[in-house]
C-alpha cells in the first residue's frame, strides 16, 4: 500500500510538470496549503501552556469565568 502511494504521487508529479493551466496551479497551491494547515502542529511551548491551564483546571474546577461576564467586561 506504502509502494502504491509512492507510485501514484510520482506518477502525479510527472504529470504536474506538463499543466500549463495556471488555474490547475493556483487550485492544488490551494489544497495542499490547507492539507498543511489542517496538520499543523503546535509548538512545544503552545503544548506546554495548554497541559498547564489543563492542570490547573483539574485542581481548581470550580476558578472559571464565565464567558458572559467577560463579554459585559470588554
Known amino acids: 500500500m506504502i509502494m502504491d502511494l509512492q507510485l501514484r504521487k510520482y506518477n502525479f508529479i510527472k504529470e504536474l ?5 495556471e488555474s490547475v496551479i493556483m487550485a492544488l ?3 495542499l496549503k490547507q492539507e498543511k ?12 501552556e ?9 485542581k481548581n474546577p470550580d ?12
Open 29 to 31: 497551491e490551494r489544497v
Open 17 to 21: 510538470v506538463h499543466v500549463e493551466n
Open 37 to 48: 494547515e489542517q496538520h499543523k502542529e503546535i509548538s512545544t511551548t503552545q503544548k506546554k
Open 50 to 58: 495548554l497541559d498547564h491551564r489543563l492542570e490547573n483546571y483539574k
Open 63 to 74: 476558578n472559571v469565568l464565565d464567558w458572559e461576564a467577560v463579554k459585559k467586561d470588554w
